[in-house]
């Protein structure tokens, strides 16, 4: 297995209170903008128009 298969996707997480995004496997506990605990939506782009990476624009 190569390190380019290995690596894990990391996808783009919108804070629910201050609205920071962040590129991470996972959302952080605490939002490092606003350091609340917040819930992050996932808002990565997996359409062809984003050519299936960064933020999609209806949800960023």
């Not at 959302?27 to 350091?35: A, G, T, V, Y």
């Amino acid at each position: 297995m190569t390190e380019k298969q290995a690596e894990i996707p990391k996808n783009f997480w919108k804070c629910s209170a201050c609205g920071y995004t962040i590129q991470a496997v996972e959302p952080p506990e605490e939002c490092p903008s606003c350091h609340k605990k917040c819930e992050f939506s996932d808002v990565t782009c997996y359409a062809p128009e984003c050519n299936f990476t960064g933020v999609d624009p209806r949800l960023g």
